[in-house]
Structure formats: C-alpha cells, structure tokens
C-alpha cells in the first residue's frame, strides 16, 4: 500500500464479488476504504461496475461481526465470547465426534470467496490431517459442472481461454449467461469490441430476454433445461453444411466418427421442437458458427445449474471441436467463474474429489504425493470422494453427518429446499459458521460463530475466470477481534493438536501450496509470494520464476488426456428431473440482478444498489398476469411441491408465458418465508452432484394474504424480523 501522509493510503485489490475479478484503486484515510475505482490491470482495463464501486459502503458496518459468539445450549441465544473459548469448544466437540465416530461425521462446507491460503488450510486440515473428504464448497452449486466438462471433454479442469480472446472473435455465442448483469465488465469488452469491430456477432441462448439476449444479433430463446437440443441442433446443423474441420477432429480428437454418427441420426426439426427455438433461426447461428473463422463461447449457470449442466457443456464443447474452434487465439469454450476465487478452491481441491494441484483422492499416487509433502502418514487421506454440498445436508438431516463448519457461504439462503436445510441444521449436533457478518440467516442458526476479517481487512490471493492470479493488499485493520480466514483455520488445527499450521503470514501459506502445484496442470511454482506482490497477476501455467504466465492452454494441439486428444462426448437430451405437469403446470427459474451480490450481506449496505432493487419480485408474462388477475406489483403466491412464497408480480414479456424468474438475493433477512429457495428442488447431477437450480414446477395464484412489513422497512427499520421457521 502507498503511503501518501500519515492518514491517508491508497492500495489496490481484487474486487470480491464476481469472477471477472477486476483490479480496483481504494482510497483509504482514517482507517476506512473511503472511495473505490476501477485500475488498469488485464481483466478490467479500468472498469468498474456498480457493485465494485460502491464496496467503501459495505466494510464499516453495523451488522460486522467483531467477536466471536457462542451459546450454551440450543435454548440460549448467541452470546459474544473469546477466542479461546470459541476454539476450545469448537476443537473438543469435532474431536469428540471423530473419536466416537470417525472422522465422516464431520464436515467442512466452504466456498469460491475464500482466499488460497484459507482454501489450503482448510484442505489440509480436512483431507490432509482429521481424514475426511467431506470437504466441498458452494462451487458445487456453481462450477461443479463446468469442472466436470472440462476434465471429460478436455483431460483437465481449466478454461482455456483470455479475455483477450474476446477481440480476436468473429462471433461470440453465450449460452445460459446474463453477461450483462453477472459479469458486466466482461460484457462491457464485449460490447466495445463490437464497437470497434461491426462484423463482430454476437448469439445469445436464454428462455429470458435478459440485458445480454437485449444487445444480441440474434436471440435463441431456449426453453428451460433443453439446451442438449439446441447444441446437438447446432451441430447437426454445422455438420450438414460441411462446417466440419475434419482434419482438426481427427487429428486432435478421439471419438469423432461416433459422433458425426450420432449426428446423422438426429432430426432438426424434432430438436427444435423440444427446445423450442425457430429452425431459421438454428441454422442461421449455425451458419455464423460456420462462417467463423474463430468464435468464443461463454457460459455460466443457464447450463450448469442442471442436473445434466455436464453434459450440456460436453455438448458445447463438441461444438469446438466439430469447428476446430479451439486451441487457438480467438476460440474457445469459456466458463464465467461465479465468485472471486471459485477457480482457486479447484486448483486447491475444495471440492469433495479434489486434492491439491488437480489431483483427485481415488488416485493412490496422487494420495500418496500429497501425503508426503504434508508429512502425513500413508493412508490418512481417505480414498472416497466425500459428501457434496447438497449430500452434506441430507446427511445432517437423518444423521448420518454430525458436525458442520460452515465458511463464507450463507446456505441457509443458497442452498435448495430451504425448510429441508433449516431441518438439516437443527438435527445438527455441532454447527460452526465463519462470516464477516452477523445475523446472517445461516450465523443465526449456528452453536458458534467465528469473526473474519472481510475483504480489505486482509491481504489475499485469488483466481479469476481466465486463470489470473492475483494478489490483493491489506488496506484497513479488521473489526475487534476478527482473523483472516486462514488463520483461524490454523488456530482450530493447533488446538487440535494438529502438526504443519504454524504460518506466521499469508505468503508463508501461498508459497507452501505452490510447491504443491509444481508439475500439475495449474502449475503456479514460479509465482512466489514475492514475485505476485510485486508483479501483481500471472496466469496460470507458470512454472519457473522467470516465467510469464499462460494466456492460452493447450495451444500445441494437445490437450490433458493422456493421449494428448479432446474427446466428443455426444450427449442425448434429458428432460429436467421435475417437469411442469397438471399440478404445477409452470416453470420456475431463478438468478440474479445487476445490482446485488448472492444473500445480500454486502450489497444490502449500498444506498444506491438498494435503492435500484429493495424488493424480490418476480417476472411473469402479462398473458399469465391477465389470466390470473393480478396487476404490476401486486402480490403473487407460487407454490411447488416443497414450499411456498408471496412475492410482488413484475409483469414483463421478457419471460414466455409459462416460466418464472426469481432472483435468489432475498432470504429470511429481507424477506421472510420468501426466499426463491424455498421452492427450488435439491434433485443433483449423478457426476458432478450439481443442484437443478434453474428448474422446477411451480403453481401461481394471485395472493389474498397481504405481508405485515415490507422487506424494504425490515431492512431499514431497526429491528429484523423473527424468522418464521425457528429452530426447534
Ligand atoms: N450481479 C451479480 N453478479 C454476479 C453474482 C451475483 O450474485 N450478482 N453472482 C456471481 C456468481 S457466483 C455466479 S455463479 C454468476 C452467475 O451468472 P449467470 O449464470 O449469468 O446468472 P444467472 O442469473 O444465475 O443465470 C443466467 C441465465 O440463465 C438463464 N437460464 C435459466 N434456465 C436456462 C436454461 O435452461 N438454458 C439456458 N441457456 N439459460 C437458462 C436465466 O434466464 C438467466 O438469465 O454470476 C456472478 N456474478
Ligand atoms: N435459487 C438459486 N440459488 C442459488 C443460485 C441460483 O442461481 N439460484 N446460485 C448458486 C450459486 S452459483 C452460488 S455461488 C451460491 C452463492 O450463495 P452463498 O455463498 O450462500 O452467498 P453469499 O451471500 O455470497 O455468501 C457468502 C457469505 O460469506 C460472508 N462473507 C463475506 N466476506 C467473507 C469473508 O471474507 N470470509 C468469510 N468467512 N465470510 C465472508 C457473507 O457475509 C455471506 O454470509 O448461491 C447458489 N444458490
Ligand atoms: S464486474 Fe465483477 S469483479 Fe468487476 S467490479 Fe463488477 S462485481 Fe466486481
Ligand atoms: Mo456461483
């Protein structure tokens, strides 16, 4: 950080909301992040969007957790106490449940906003010394199914392309992203290259008219959960009209002749049909993807919160390969990272298959490299994949789990079927919640809560979605007794009695996990703590110190099989696993605004964002508003088979006239009883174990109930409402 007098500093970091991960320019006097902008770096080239430029609002806040809290029984309510005391507690109970249990009963649910080293020490920690593999992360609701793709369709997780990719494009195809919203920086450079380049298209696939589908030369509105149909349409129809680079799906490929089979067995107008887009309309982006001499895909959750999201990827993906439009500059499958480092806990195995480096537990060489670096004995990390996020809920639920360490995620908003978590939590016998914030609805529900140090309050490093490293400083001295996260991982670890915890500073951290990554596809040997501080970001590969990072992965034609080939992985459609049916004739899908941030703990604070968005709503088709009566802004109540909300009708031809959209933002804090989730299923993908979040059947009426207090006077009022589902 600069010193410019003896109050006033100015530093830079990563934004910490989304994957973009944009640099920003914090000036900060008497001890507070006075005002925020956006810095010249790759990722953002000075932008900014509103969300980063107002994060000076969300540091020094009422509602910061300063201590940690405690209660003595499930009948006291959270009382402040030390350290010590929340630690003792917290490491004699896991220990009491591992010696009379084992070490399965415990689990440790974390999340893509934690930085590297708090990724790696809870890792180590779990996997690497208590022996459990119950270790995942909110990526499971996110990434899961993006990892999955790439590792089957490419040999290795990792997107393969840059940013500045997005000028080399001729055309740049998003599929179940709302860029414009989710990603806004990303889409600003879009928007500009287009700019600069008229010739550039753009094709968006999305059921909604989103902002993004809005600036589209052409919009395929998808019908929810079919985009198996709509790519295998793409391909077909790319294929029929010799779009093919065969030489490249030969050369580069396995599996090319199965798949030009199964090519030949589809039928156009029956793949449209099912997904519900216009046959001129797939063969017209067919025919820019053919044109193309490069074209770039970007997808988020439209395709992977699904139960089959892996294999509508794989389906994209092919889509690469039938074009050769990959490996190249300009080309490519590219994922959106949701969270700021979601990439960093897949490097780093925060996810219940995963060890460090890309290396996976069901390999005994890979146990055993790690076992030694860690001075672990032979055998202590388990070779079974642990729980997933939504598989570590239903155990808590019938107790088969017991414990639950919960960090920087707010599940009892973001996870599906609301009331089945909340029952979940209750039959927990041990819930430990680690925020920045209190009451969350998920700190609430917690025997301890453990303080951190939030974003600016701590120097990190974290990956973006085009595999940037990046280094952030420590601008403001945390709240009361808040620790980084990290540090509190190795605080629990020592009282333990666990070896290997001793860092006395972040870097010390870092530059033992790089060790780590030596030799593995996201090898980050050469970005020493030193060298990132100084040089700020490097992409990853980067395995020697005078090394200058990797813009573009698998550029020599080989990709990460062993055999050096991409696979085509022909997929057939799968409908949704809960269809609109005669009881629940509607489909619901649900996502974001421009405007907040997830669970609304930071982005509540911001007048301004909460004055473009203070109240859930949902958006209905006016044909469905007229049918039901129910005017703009009035009350609607939707019910599926596992909750029901009142939300406030926003009447929009935006959405076709038989889907829903709700925003997930709003939760018990702001809108009690009401949050998206307590409709969603909690149905998961068989391989990637990712949620159906995007789809479910939903009935609608006009509600007759009125609510007591709006979400707007709960928030700004001083006291928050009691939730409606207690604990027991
Ligand atoms: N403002 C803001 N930005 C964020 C976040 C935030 O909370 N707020 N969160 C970050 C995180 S963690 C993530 S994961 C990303 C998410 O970023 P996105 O995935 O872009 O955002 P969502 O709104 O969840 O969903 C995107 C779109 O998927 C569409 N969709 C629904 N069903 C289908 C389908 O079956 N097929 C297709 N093709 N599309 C479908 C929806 O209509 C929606 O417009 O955003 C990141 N950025
Ligand atoms: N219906 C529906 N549900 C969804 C989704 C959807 O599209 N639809 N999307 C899913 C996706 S993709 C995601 S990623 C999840 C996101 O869902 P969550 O991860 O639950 O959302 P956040 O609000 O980001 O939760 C982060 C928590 O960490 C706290 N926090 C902030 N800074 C720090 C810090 O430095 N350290 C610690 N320990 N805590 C901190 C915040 O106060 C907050 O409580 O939601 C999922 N749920
Ligand atoms: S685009 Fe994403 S990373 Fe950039 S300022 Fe906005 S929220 Fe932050
Ligand atoms: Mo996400």
Redesign the pocket.
Known sequence: MQQLDHRASYGETICP???VGCRLWADVGYGKVLRVKGAEAPANRGGICA?GATLDQTVDVHDRLAQPLMRRSRQHELAPVSWDAALDTLARSLAEIIRDHGPDRVAFYGSGQLDSAAVYCAVKLFKGRLGTNNTDSNSRL?MATAVAAYRSSLGSDGPPTCYDDIELADTVFI?????A???PVTFDRIKAARKTNPELKLIV????R?ATAEQADLHLP?R??T?IALLNALACSIWQRGGTDESFAREHCRGFDDYAAALARLDIDRLCNECGVVRDNVERAAEWLDASRRWLSFY????GQSTVGMWKINSLINLHLLTGSIAKPGCGPFS?T??PNAMGGREIGLLTHQLPGYRFVDNPEHRAEVERYWDAPPGTISDKPGLTAVEMFRALETGRLKAIWIAATNPAVSLPDLHHIRRALARAELVVVQDAFHPTETTRLADIVLPTASWAEREWVSTNSERMVAHSEKLVEPPGAALPDWQILCKAAQRLGLSGFDFNDAGKVWNEWIGLSAGRPCDMAGMSYARLEQNKNFQWPCPREDHPGTSRLYQDGRFAHGDGKAVFLFRSSLPPKEAADHEFPLVL?T????S???TLTRTAKSKQLWRRDSEPFVELHPDLAEKLGVGDGELVQITSRRGTVQIKAAVTDRVPPDVL?LPMHWGDQFAPGNAANYLTISAIGRVAKQPEL??CAVHVEKAHVQPEQSPAELLHGSRLAPFRVMRK
């Open positions: 909301y989304c994957g969300k996110c599929a179940g992203s709302n860029m919203d989710a990603h696939a999305d059921p909604r989103t998808v929810p959960g985009d988020c959750m439209g395709l959106l949701g969270q899908t996502g974001r605004v421009y907040h941030w997830h959209f995007k789809h």
